[in-house]
């Protein structure tokens, strides 16, 4: 997936390694070392730790003073607590953005779903799947909501790389997701909003289903 530069280093630095943690190139619970990662990219270490600063207030970065940063690994009640958030926020968001969608945007929707359609890997079916949803939600005129519902999908995207061999991180099916289309794009508000919370909470109810060890950390 290619990433249009931001204006400023630092902003290269921290999209980088934001798409480096979602994509799975850095896994849940892997060290961050900012030298390393600096040589691989070929900047300084400075804005690196900056970067693991940014992406821990997201969730994105576990930081403590014993073992220093790591690539977030959320544990299943955070799972679980993650999709309760979802369900509250992203149909308002979703809601909010279909009252504002157009042409263009229902455009988008329908390339975004084909491309998630016809993805043939789990790396390129995950991507596919969250760029999907970001496409239903960007059309959100609330700055905030669309910030806050980007951060909790971002790290649901963490519990579905940490558990990928898990039912939770395969069960995306097709069909959810072209409902959610036609509804969209039809211009069918209520139902859209109805079909994306259902779709939430399967994904909370399997989450549930899950053995519980008290605040475990899922592993690869």
Request: aromatic share 4%.
């Amino acid at each position: 997936m290619a990433q249009t530069a931001p204006g400023t280093r630092s902003d290269w630095v921290e999209g980088r390694l934001r798409l480096a943690i979602l994509q799975g190139e850095l896994e849940p619970g892997q060290r961050l070392h900012a030298n390393d990662l600096a040589q691989r990219w070929d900047v300084s270490a400075t804005p690196l730790r900056e970067a693991f600063q940014r992406l821990a207030s997201d969730g994105l970065v576990a930081m403590s003073p014993q073992r220093g940063a790591r690539v977030a690994s959320p544990s299943i009640d955070e799972a679980v607590e993650l999709y309760e958030l979802r369900i509250l926020l992203e149909p308002r968001c979703l809601r909010q953005s279909l009252e504002a969608s157009d042409d263009e945007h229902r455009r988008e929707i329908s390339e975004a779903f084909e491309v998630f359609r016809t993805a043939s890997t789990i790396d390129e079916g995950t991507d596919a799947h969250s760029q999907f949803h970001t496409t239903l939600l960007n059309r959100c005129p609330s700055t905030w909501l669309l910030r806050f519902t980007t951060q909790l999908s971002d790290a649901s995207r963490l519990f579905q790389l940490a558990s990928v061999s898990d039912r939770t991180a395969r069960r995306h099916p097709r069909s959810e997701h072209r409902a959610l289309r036609d509804a969209a794009i039809r211009g069918e508000i209520d139902r859209c909003v109805d079909l994306q919370r259902a779709h939430l909470q399967r994904t909370l109810d399997l989450i549930g289903a899950s053995p519980r060890a008290p605040r475990s950390t899922l592993r690869t």
